[in-house]
């Protein structure tokens, strides 16, 4: 599992051209899920993107996580994460989960996500999405479960 994570001071999303959901400050996390990954891989992800270090405190020294600073999460399922642009100019997504494995891991991902105490928007796996973000920083990472 691989995870892109944006910290943002708000982020929107929009599913088929409708407004879905929003969050103020905190994290647009984007989900890429692999052929390989189980429950193992979603709880070290779910455990990196709560806890990870990436707010400012009051010496403006990246030092709080998510949870400190009672930030907000915005998810969005992926596959093209685990695009191979190694050969050619067409991206090649062999290393993506097929659609139905990807969406028991993503759905388990998010059910996992209910535990924490979190607010937490999510897209709608499968379908066209638009994010509108403000990033903050910018502080872009990749969590990588493997």
Do not use: H, W
């Not at 993107?49 to 020294?61: A, C, G, Y």
């Not at 190694?86 to 998010?110: H, M, N, V």
Request: hydrophobic share 35%; charged share 30%.
């Amino acid at each position: 599992m691989k995870i892109i994570i944006q910290k943002v001071n708000f982020a929107k999303i929009f599913v088929n051209e409708k407004f879905k959901g929003e969050i103020g400050t905190g994290i647009v996390a984007y989900v890429g899920i692999s052929n390989e990954d189980t429950e193992k891989d979603i709880n070290f992800c779910i455990d990196k993107l709560i806890n990870l270090r990436i707010f400012n405190d009051e010496n403006n020294k990246m030092n709080l996580s998510l949870k400190d600073v009672n930030g907000e999460l915005l998810v969005v399922s992926n596959f093209t994460i685990y695009g191979n642009t190694k050969k050619g100019r067409r991206p090649s997504y062999t290393d993506s989960a097929p659609a139905e494995k990807a969406y028991k891991i993503y759905d388990l991902f998010l059910k996992k996500l209910e535990e924490v105490d979190t607010r937490v928007e999510t897209g709608e796996f499968g379908e066209y999405m638009k994010i509108v973000s403000e990033n903050d920083g910018p502080v872009n990472l990749i969590i990588d479960s493997q």
